[in-house]
């Protein structure tokens, strides 16, 4: 498979030993998707990288270049992941999309979470070996966290979506969870499409009809397992939320 590394300034695509996103986890990264060659919602991705860097006190240098950098590898339907360490390293990874990825059943479990110490959940960083290695142990695809007060929050690569009575529920964001571009393009999507949207405290032991994760890679996906018993899954109103995103992206990517 095709792909692109590549590290600015340096001839190889390397960091040094002694960066503090190596020794400390010092990172912020944002990755976005390539639609025929066109970034979707770019600003709204920079715009998260710089807010994930004040956050982490990282120094992001020049948004234009790092827009550059971005848009010198998108090609066809990619995927584009920055990253900047707290080392100053600009890492650019980007390849081919895994179809398989787009709207694939998914496998979910429920933890108890609440946000580290000095670090928002709104924050966009590298710090993620617990959340993978939960999801390793539970044998899922991703982790739902739920704070003390039985409140759902978001995955912990994606943002929440439930159907309750025909209708689309999604956490409304408090600064413990990510601002996702796709959350945000599918109440937009939804609004357009006359489908009911909620943004508000989730239970997270609710009776949903249908339960999604959305993320940019998986645009929109069912949770078909959780907890390890059959979940909610997919129905008529996901996808028709997820069709009227497909035509919003395909309008804001059209080539002109």
């Known amino acids: 498979m095709e792909r692109v590394l590549r590290v600015r300034g340096a001839e190889q695509p390397v960091i040094a030993a002694d960066d503090p996103g ?3 986890g010092l990172t912020v990264f944002d990755t976005l998707r390539c639609y025929d060659g066109v970034p ?3 600003d709204a ?3 998260r990288l710089e807010a994930s860097a004040v956050a982490m006190g990282i120094a992001l240098v020049d948004r234009g270049r790092v827009r550059e950098e971005i848009l010198s590898v998108c090609r066809d339907d990619w995927r584009v992941r920055y990253m900047v360490t707290a080392g100053g390293a600009h890492v650019v990874d980007a390849a081919p999309l895994d179809p398989a990825r787009v709207g694939a059943p998914l496998k979910a479990a429920r933890i108890a979470w609440s946000p580290a110490p000095g670090l928002a959940g709104s924050v966009k960083h590298g710090s993620r070996a617990g959340w993978i290695l939960t999801a390793q142990k539970l044998g899922v695809d991703e982790v739902l966290l739920v704070d003390e007060e039985s409140v759902l929050l978001e995955a ?3 943002s929440v979506f439930g159907v309750i009575g025909g209708e689309v529920y999604t956490p409304a964001l408090d600064g413990r969870m990510l ?3 796709t959350r945000s393009a599918l109440l937009e999507a939804g609004a357009e499409a006359g489908i009911v949207c909620h943004e508000t405290q ?6 949903y009809e249908e339960l999604y994760l959305a993320s940019t890679l998986k645009e929109l ?3 078909t397992e959780l907890d390890g018993v059959a979940g909610p899954g997919a129905g008529p109103v996901g996808a028709r939320l997820h069709a009227a995103f497909r035509a919003l992206v395909a309008r804001e ?3 002109v």
Do not use: I
């Open 22 to 24: 190596l020794m400390l």
């Open 40 to 42: 979707f919602r770019l």
């Open 45 to 47: 991705h920079l715009d």
């Open 156 to 158: 912990n690569r994606s």
């Open 179 to 181: 601002d996702g571009v």
């Open 202 to 207: 989730l239970d997270a032991y609710a009776e």
């Open 221 to 223: 996906a069912p949770v």
């Open 253 to 255: 990517t059209a080539r």
